[in-house]
């Protein structure tokens, strides 16, 4: 099946610094990628639909100045949290779809435990 | 986008049979119903995908009535590694695919 690679799986920081998460596609290419934040015991919120060559669409309440997505080329995508702070702690998993390779099904990455000082 | 409703929460001794119901009233016409799978700490996994009636693979089974207001993950024979929060969503199979998470529903597998 579809592999999606997402590094680091934990990162703790100190507040004010920055922090880049990166998602890639392994055996296919991935046109659109989606990032998600999960908070302990709640669910997925969507922060972001990411099109290859173009700005990602962010969803409301989700400030595109502290995290900027960058979707390079169709193998890669990566978020960057800008000057985190403590409430930007959280679990970040990206997940990619390509409808010509998964049948319009969502892989996900194993996600990214972040922890802000 | 529909919005699911699943129970907040199920437990099932190993070996046991589960199925767990999700409801989707305003599904549209080329909505797909998708279940995943999420183990603490990791991202959700893909388990099964239908339109309508029954689709069977090797980890479980979705039944879709007619109406495909509902539909219901059925997992043979639960084990302990089961344990886990399962999400039903419902989303244009050709669209955005911008899926919205439910709550999902907490599987207690007891010894």
């Known amino acids: 099946g579809a592999v999606v690679s997402q590094h680091p799986s934990w990162v703790i920081c100190k507040s004010g610094t920055s922090v880049k998460i990166e998602c890639r596609s392994l055996?296919?290419?991935?046109?659109?990628m989606f990032w998600y934040r999960q908070f302990p015991k709640q669910s997925l919120m969507l922060m972001a639909t990411?099109?290859?060559?173009?700005?990602?669409?962010?969803e409301q309440g989700v400030e595109k100045d502290k995290f900027l997505i960058n979707h390079a080329s169709l193998t890669l995508s990566t978020l960057t949290v800008t000057s985190a702070h403590p409430e930007d702690s959280s679990f970040y998993i990206c997940?990619?779809?390509?409808?010509?390779?998964?049948?319009?099904?969502?892989?996900f990455g194993s996600g990214t435990q972040l922890s802000v000082l | 986008l529909a919005k699911t409703t699943q129970p907040i929460s199920m437990d099932s001794y190993e070996g046991q049979e589960v199925n767990i119901t999700c409801s989707h009233n305003?599904?549209?016409?080329?909505?797909?119903i998708t279940w995943y799978q999420q183990f603490p700490s990791q991202g959700p996994r893909f388990i099964i995908q239908?339109?309508?009636t029954k689709v069977t693979n090797e980890v479980a089974s979705l039944f879709i009535p007619a109406d495909r207001k509902s539909s219901t993950l059925s997992l043979p024979r639960v084990s302990l590694s089961d344990t886990a929060v399962y999400y039903c969503?419902?989303?244009?199979?050709?669209?955005?695919?911008?899926?919205?998470f439910g709550k999902g529903t907490k599987l207690s597998v007891i010894p």
């Open positions: 997940s990619a779809r390509a409808p010509a390779v998964t049948n319009e099904k969502l892989f």
């Open positions: 055996d296919f290419q991935a046109t659109t």
């Open positions: 990411s099109n290859e060559g173009s700005k990602a669409t962010y």
């Open positions: 305003n599904i549209a016409t080329n909505d797909y």
């Open positions: 239908g339109y309508k």
């Open positions: 969503l419902v989303g244009d199979g050709a669209g955005s695919y911008q899926l919205t």
